[in-house]
């Protein structure tokens, strides 16, 4: 006979206990479990370094476009020209806002500042960007798609304890708690 571990108390209110259930079966469901919670403890702490790294890429392929822009501005007027179909704005007025969007909003991205505005801004920025440039392409839509849906995670579950939000939020309403 197998010697028998009881998993559950007895009730409160004075009820039988079920059927103790053999060492031998449950120890592997213990371990698994015990092992399943590691696991989670292992990727709640690793979670803030993903929201992080996730704002950092994001960031930095908006802020490099905007680089582009700036870094040939007569290249980029010629674009809004010629290239993008941005409605209800001139092309210079279109090039200085969306160069003025990828340049600050990613920065607002990487402190964690406003971080749910910026992702917003930015990802409605995307959505005009595949708009307004009908010769995409293929691989060209797929890279907007990533980065929408990367400011979309950030967009719906926020920055992270990684963030100046968390930090202005944990201080402005500390007398709150």
């Known amino acids: 006979m197998q010697p028998t571990s009881p998993i559950f108390p007895s009730s409160a209110r004075g009820g039988t206990p079920p059927a103790p ?12 479990l015990k ?3 590691a696991t989670v403890r292992t990727l709640d702490f690793l979670s803030p370094l993903a929201d992080l790294a996730l704002r950092l890429y994001v960031a930095q392929v908006f802020f490099q476009a905007g ?6 501005w007569s290249a980029t ?3 809004f020209e010629n290239e993008y179909a941005v409605p209800l704005l001139p092309p210079e007025a279109a090039a200085v806002m969306g160069t003025g969007v ?15 505005l910026a992702a917003f801004v930015l990802f409605v920025f995307n959505i005009i ?5 009908p010769d995409l392409g293929p691989v ?3 890279d907007h798609q990533v980065w929408g849906l ?24 500390k007398d709150a708690r």
């Open 21 to 32: 259930v053999p060492v031998g079966r449950a120890g592997p469901v213990l371990r698994a």
């Open 35 to 37: 092992a399943s919670r």
């Open 67 to 72: 680089l582009v822009k700036i870094g040939s």
């Open 77 to 79: 007027l010629s674009l």
């Open 102 to 116: 990828e340049l600050f909003f990613p920065v607002l991205l990487v402190l964690g500042l406003g971080t749910r």
């Open 129 to 133: 960007a595949v708009a307004s440039y």
């Open 140 to 142: 060209g839509l797929k």
């Open 150 to 173: 990367m400011l979309l995670v950030t967009l719906l579950h926020g920055p992270g304890p990684l963030s100046l939000d968390r930090l202005i939020r944990r201080f402005a309403f």
